[in-house]
């Protein structure tokens, strides 16, 4: 594939990949869900439209918005571009800040690496972004690994990996990205590397050293994590 192509493409449809559990052919014969489990996510989704339209991030008025525009905003000759900037920020949740490109590099057998995992992920489902960096709270996946919650709500552990055979990479730094849910900006900054190859094919050039389980934040009235 075209660095062109891989860059043009968009972190949602890169992460539908990376952070999502694959469904293997049995699964997906698995029995409907029942009455119970369909109420139960329809109330999910009603509160995380909820929240959504309660922060309405999409606008520089919002929380997010003006945090954004104090630490990023001085970046644009006008208000008008910084507008634009992050309203494309919001929509289309670009992984590298906009003062870059990622860089094509290659990891060589032993290089070690970590993971955020969620509890439906297994180790053998490696994502497709991973970090040179610690990580040490669930609070680092969001802030400095900039992963929204409707990305991965169930951050459970993290993950080192060891690489087996050569593998190229884009790498760089992670940008900020705008959580509509929590209404807040994230800045990220962490390391962030992206793989090249599908996805089935992830786990043959890795293998897992170690995982550490996440302490978990607390979770309000309604059952929902408050942070």
Known sequence: MKLSRILARPLAAALAISLCTPVSAQSASAAEPTKEEKLAKERHDEWIAAQKARCGAESLDSVPGKEWMDSYGWRYATTAEARAAYVDLVKNTPPWPTYMLPSVARLEPG?????????????????????????????????????????????????????????????????????????????????????????????????????????????????????
């Open 111 to 227: 290089r070690r690496f970590q993971m955020a995992f969620s509890k439906g992920q297994t180790n053998q489902q490696p994502g497709g972004f991973g970090t040179f960096d610690k990580i040490d709270s669930v609070e680092e996946v969001r802030q400095d690994l900039a992963v929204l919650f409707t990305w991965k709500e169930d951050v459970d552990r993290v993950v080192t990996f060891e690489i087996t055979k050569p593998t190229l990479v884009l790498v760089g730094p992670i940008g900020p990205q705008v959580d509509p849910v929590k209404c807040k900006l994230l800045h990220g900054r962490f390391s962030q590397f992206q793989l090249l190859m599908p996805p089935a094919q992830r786990k043959d050039y890795m293998k897992v050293i170690s995982e550490v389980k996440l302490a978990q934040p607390l979770t309000g009235p309604n059952g929902q994590p408050t942070s």
